[in-house]
């Protein structure tokens, strides 16, 4: 325990330094993130460096701590962590290191999403290549030898780990402190299982995320980049498959998803929003916990501190589990957090709106098969995110509706730069013809030179109005409105303001930070 905590000083003096030795040459390299009217709030240059920092400062502790403890009278606090699978940490290091550049190239000059994943599976495969595997697990008395599909598992494990963190990084400090927590419980579990390198590696992590969250704490003055996310999630999700997937047991198996669970409910719930509002997963939205932290009235360090928490509350129950050995910790924590979130109204509660709204629609659709109400108009309005008033603009799109004979229409906004999501459906059931014999148009939704959404329409090729007339005349609807889809989106009296806002920051923002470009201790 006290050669964990050496390398873990060390590690942090070591971000401490290398941070805003980085930080200098950030500019030069293109490393820095520069601020837009669409997504991001910061109103100046922020460098990028937190990966790096964090890579070598790992990199270094843990060497240094073992040499410096040939030195030191620590042998009697603490056994030899001797390193019996080598190859392991080799590979962890190498996939590592090469998932930094790809970041750092991301970080430069922007690659394009299939890119970076690409970047992600090869880093993976040098994992795979150099030993990681998780042979199978026990599930209620039931033993699942995973074989040939072990690679597999690791490939979905580690994606998994990677872009849930990644997509978490919208707010200071959120994947910095995601990653202190989880590092802490890794380390304790590292500890309680023998694996004593292990757990100088995680304890370095610790130090090197709190020393660089002395930049990254809000209003940042560092961002970490993709590449310090994705590498976050690359370590944790790594470690968490030898300290735990290794064995196989129940808890082994849920330990890992407590340690986790709190990015991945949010990219679950990411997927989910987007998938039902017909949205591509890729879309930027403003529809994560922090966001909806901030719509909830939090400011940025209130929401730092509930997300600790929450985290805290499933790495705890991890950490439980791996010592009693019981599935039951990891699970019952994971519950807590999320009766919590709903509870509260914390997060989660658009994205259960829609799921209800689809199963309602879906179960409506097979009872009133050949009756009645066969034709009767569904309609369906879920606030994602925001509180401004679109039903006037709503309500003129049901109007055209009506009037053109419209099966089924779907307005779909998406404002990121004002935290503003709606997704509203309209749909007329009608006697099923088959898809031959209907057609489909989508339409944009453009005002004030942004694309606040789009406007989605179904109807009859037989029907009283042809297809040319009707996008012609939605397009005439669309200039209409306008003038109203700017009034509603500038109406600023309705934005939460937080302790933090009213003193000039921004609570939030899609990689949000307001501070100088300038890094100083």
């Known amino acids: 325990m006290i050669l964990s905590l050496f390398t873990l000083l060390i590690a ?45 400062a790992i990199l270094a502790a843990v060497p240094l701590s073992l040499w410096l403890r040939t030195y030191l009278p620590l042998d009697w606090y603490n056994p030899v962590p001797l390193i019996n699978d080598s190859t392991e940490i080799l590979g962890l290091i190498l996939g590592a290191s090469f998932l930094l550049l790809v970041g750092i190239i991301d970080d430069c000059i922007g690659i394009r999403g299939r890119q970076k994943l690409l970047g992600q599976i090869i880093a993976i495969t040098i994992l795979v290549s150099f030993g990681f595997h998780i042979e199978g697990t026990q599930l209620w008395g039931f033993q699942i030898d995973f074989g040939v599909f072990s690679a597999i598992i690791v490939f979905v494990w580690m994606l998994a780990a990677i872009n849930s963190v990644n997509l978490l990084d919208g707010a200071d400090g959120f994947a910095t402190t995601i990653g202190i927590v989880i590092s802490l419980a890794l380390g304790a579990m590292s500890l309680q299982s023998g694996k004593y390198f292990d757990a100088a590696i995680a304890f370095a992590m610790v130090g090197a995320l709190t020393g660089f969250l002395r930049y990254n704490f809000p209003p940042a003055k560092v961002f970490l980049g993709d590449s310090g996310s994705m590498l976050i999630g690359f370590v944790l999700a790594a470690l968490a498959i030898r300290c735990s997937f290794k064995q196989a047991t129940a808890y082994a198996f849920f330990a890992p998803l407590a340690l986790l669970a709190i990015p991945f409910i949010d990219t679950a719930a990411a997927i989910v929003r987007r998938r039902l509002t017909g949205r591509s997963i890729y879309t930027v939205d403003r529809g994560h916990m922090h966001h909806t932290m901030a719509k909830r009235g939090f ?6 501190l509930w997300l600790a928490m929450m985290c805290a509350t499933t790495a705890a129950g991890a950490v439980l589990a791996v010592v009693y050995q019981e599935s039951e910790y990891a699970v019952i924590s994971i519950v807590m957090v999320v009766v919590v979130m709903f509870v509260g109204r914390i997060f989660g509660i658009a994205e259960l709106q829609l799921v209800s709204k689809r199963m309602a629609d879906a179960g409506m659709t097979f009872l009133s098969t050949g ?36 099966n089924d229409l779907t307005f779909d906004l998406n404002l990121p730069w004002i935290h503003e999501s709606l997704h509203a459906t309209r749909k007329q059931p009608g006697q099923n013809r088959g898809e031959s014999q209907e057609w489909h148009a989508e339409v944009p939704v453009i005002a004030d030179g942004r694309i606040f959404g789009r406007i989605k329409v179904t109807a009859w090729k037989d029907s009283r109005f042809s297809c040319q007339d009707v996008i012609t005349n939605l397009l005439k609807l669309t200039v209409e409105l306008e003038d109203l889809l700017i009034d509603v989106a500038n109406d600023n009296s309705l934005e939460p303001v937080s302790s933090e806002e009213a003193d000039g920051h921004p609570a939030v923002n899609d990689r949000p930070v307001v501070g100088e470009a300038g890094i100083s201790p």
């Open 371 to 406: 009756s009645k109400n066969a034709k009767q108009v569904q309609q369906s309005l879920v606030q994602l995110q925001g509180n401004r008033d679109w039903q006037l603009a709503w309500d003129h799109l049901c109007e055209f509706a009506d009037v053109h004979e419209i």
């Open 299 to 304: 400011g940025p360090r209130l929401s730092l």
């Open 12 to 56: 942090a003096a070591l971000a401490l330094w290398l941070v805003p030795l980085f930080g200098r040459f950030a500019e030069p390299l293109g490393l820095v993130d520069h601020p837009d009217e669409n997504r991001k709030l910061h109103r100046s240059v922020i460098p990028m460096v937190g990966g790096m920092a964090i890579f070598y």
